[in-house]
């Protein structure tokens, strides 16, 4: 427990947060990979490149000393990240270089404003805050390795099937190469894959949702290609549709995530998806008709048009069901979509027409896709009226806000 002083010192140190957090996390990861290097086999480059990785630490070191009197409203964010450090093997190891770094570009960032007493705190603090996430994940590796078909770290699994989906979507039917069993996961989750590029010096590991229900002897994740291999998130997507090949091994670590469908409800429930984030929407989707037959869910999903519209055959086979309901939103149909009606609405969902065909005041909505889709469906709802309690969703990427 922090003493009244030390949580005195670290709130006052929220304004310059607010202010410095991103330059601070910034020179932390400098820093640590350059003493480290080794941790970017562990690291998401893309992340760090393109700055998300250090708007979303700096974020959650904001929100530590916001709330470093009471932790537990915290606990939501500590345990996402959490998911996502057992997915990567982030060990209890790895936190003391975590710390040091963290600290050293305090000092660095502030100068002379970051005096003794300053750091002190705040390495007390974070020792505090380290424990919470240790404690967390040792939890979270225990119920991965010992639950059935569970294991640590990560596991080889052969290519089984390799589909494609659309001109941007291909699917991977994962099976393990001992031919056991595997462990079973909650609508939403995803898996870490590890993967060794040619040419390249650091290994690179990515989440991708799982895009069928659970239950399988397989796992299957529709991978997005993204433009150019310059690109960080290119470079990994290219790889993998055009460099794995049925039969190929990849190493994956077990499922993770806490963006998952609540199934202890019955009430109806209404899946949104933009564009490859329709991946864990699909896995809801399949799960509530296979293990929730009576429960209502209408699937909405947006896309460019069908050229990019993946996985559109199963979710049509599952709208013949009674008690689903599927929409889809095309912003730029071609003329082959208008003369074979292959689109509900032309544009974007809005929010007249979510109030017009969904149960706004009985449903829990979950939404995923680009950021922006996200926004417009965050504010659409809450301009509804619908209470944050039911509004769920998931970034692809380091947590960010939806909020303009």
Not at 363 to 370: E, I, L, R, T, V
């Amino acid at each position: 427990m922090l003493d009244q002083k030390t949580i005195d010192i670290i709130k006052s140190t929220v304004p310059v947060l607010e202010k410095h957090g991103e330059t601070i996390t910034t020179r932390f990861y400098q820093l640590m990979f350059g003493n480290h290097p080794e941790l970017l086999n562990i690291f998401n480059h893309a992340n760090q490149k393109q700055g998300r990785q250090q708007k979303a630490l700096a974020g959650t070191v904001y929100a530590a000393a916001m709330y470093i009197d009471n932790l537990e409203a915290i606990l939501p964010v500590v345990k996402q990240i959490a998911h996502k450090h057992r997915s990567l093997g982030i060990k209890p190891e790895h936190y003391p270089i975590v710390g040091k770094h963290l600290l050293l570009a305090i000092k660095d960032v502030l100068g002379d404003a970051a005096t003794d007493e300053i750091i002190n705190a705040w390495a007390e603090a974070y020792n505090v805050i380290a424990d919470a996430f240790i404690s967390v994940e040792a939890e979270m590796y225990d119920e991965a390795t010992n639950q059935d078909g569970g294991w640590d770290g990560f596991r080889s699994f052969i290519v089984d099937r390799k589909v494609v989906e659309s001109d941007v979507i291909t699917s991977f039917y994962l099976k393990p190469a001992d031919h056991k069993g595997i462990s079973s996961f909650i609508p939403g989750q995803y898996i870490s894959i590890k993967l060794e590029i040619e040419g390249e010096k650091y290994t690179h590991i990515r989440q991708y949702s799982l895009s069928d229900s659970p239950g399988k002897d397989y796992y299957r994740m529709s991978v997005k290609r993204e433009a150019g291999t310059a690109n960080p998130d290119g470079m990994v997507s290219n790889f993998l549709h055009d460099g794995v090949n049925e039969g190929d091994i990849l190493n994956i670590s077990a499922p993770a995530g806490d963006f998952v469908l609540d199934m202890e409800k019955t009430n109806p429930v209404v899946l949104l998806s933009g564009g490859v984030g329709l991946t864990p929407m699909l896995s809801m989707l399949k799960t509530v008709v296979e293990m929730q037959p009576g429960r209502n869910v209408t699937f909405v999903h947006a896309a460019a048009n069908s050229n990019v519209h993946a996985l559109r055959d199963e979710v049509e086979e599952l709208a013949a069901l009674d008690h689903v309901k599927s929409y889809i939103f095309y912003d730029a149909p071609t003329e082959e979509d208008r003369v074979n009606n292959r689109f509900d609405v032309e544009g974007f969902i809005t929010r007249d027409w979510l109030n017009d065909k969904v149960a706004i005041g009985e449903a829990d909505f979950y939404f995923c896709g680009p950021v922006p889709f996200m926004k417009a469906m965050n504010r659409s709802l809450k301009e509804l009226g619908v209470n944050e309690d039911r509004i769920h969703f998931e970034f692809f990427g380091p947590k960010g806000s939806l909020e303009d």
